[in-house]
């Protein structure tokens, strides 16, 4: 298995609902990361873990919750977001912090409408 | 700050042309960097580089590394509308986890 999945594909959601993102990986990696990305942007970092454990938290307001269950999970809870949230989620993981390469493989994206 | 800037912001040309995609960069202790592809959704991988002046190279994409003049260039030869997406730099420091990315070029190749 060498991909990246998200789930859901899509999200609608209102300002005062609460959902999650999901992200898995069974490629044994041991970094995982949430980027946001706007349209015509780069996608911007918003967490990473490492070994399960959070070590960057890119100044994400508290809307956004991340949960790193056991190494091959990685969820994104969302709660009372502003519809400026609106963007394209994307998870990445790759081999290990400092593992033998760089390379981040990312999963297809969240599309997160809020309205 | 680390900074990645890509040049040019966008570009069209028809199928069969050459195109050259240049990222410069400024970081301390830079360590690699990276070369994706995004279309619709997820960028995916091309290259990574951390040794100048050794080009990496996969069917009709190239990239080299120019550490003196911090830069890179993607080379895409006898293009296909398939390559239209934009391309993504970023580079990774040592001791980093992260990839900071540049603006991306968008690419349009025409029939």
């Known amino acids: 298995d060498t991909e990246v999945t998200q789930t859901p594909k899509h999200l609608v959601m209102g300002m005062t609902n609460k959902k999650s993102l999901k992200c898995e990986q069974h490629?044994?990696?041991?970094?995982m990361y949430w980027y946001k990305q706007k349209a015509k942007k780069p996608p911007e970092l918003m967490f990473v873990?490492?070994?399960?454990?959070?070590?960057i938290n890119e100044s994400v307001p508290s809307r956004f919750s991340p949960e790193c269950p056991n190494s091959s999970l990685l969820n994104l809870h969302l709660h009372a977001l502003q519809p400026e949230d609106s963007a394209l989620y994307l998870c990445?993981?790759?081999?290990?912090?400092?593992?033998?390469?760089?390379?981040?493989?990312f999963g297809p994206g969240t599309r997160l409408t809020v309205l | 700050e680390d900074k990645v800037v890509q040049s040019p912001l966008s570009l069209v040309v028809h199928e069969g042309d050459t195109v050259t995609l240049n990222c410069s960069y400024e970081?301390?202790?830079?360590?690699?960097l990276l070369w994706y592809k995004q279309e619709k959704k997820a960028p995916t991988f091309l290259f990574m580089l951390?040794?100048?002046?050794i080009e990496k190279k996969s069917g009709r994409l190239s990239s080299i590394l120019d550490k003196k003049e911090l830069s890179s260039i993607l080379n895409i030869t006898a293009t296909q509308t398939g390559d239209s997406a934009i391309y993504l730099c970023a580079v990774v420091r040592n001791a980093g986890n992260m990839l900071t990315f540049g603006g991306g070029t968008r690419l349009m190749v025409k029939p």
């Open positions: 490629m044994g990696h041991r970094a």
């Open positions: 990445a993981s790759k081999p290990g912090e400092r593992g033998d390469t760089d390379t981040q493989y």
């Open positions: 970081v301390t202790n830079f360590r690699s």
């Open positions: 873990y490492s070994y399960e454990k959070l070590s």
């Open positions: 951390t040794s100048s002046g």
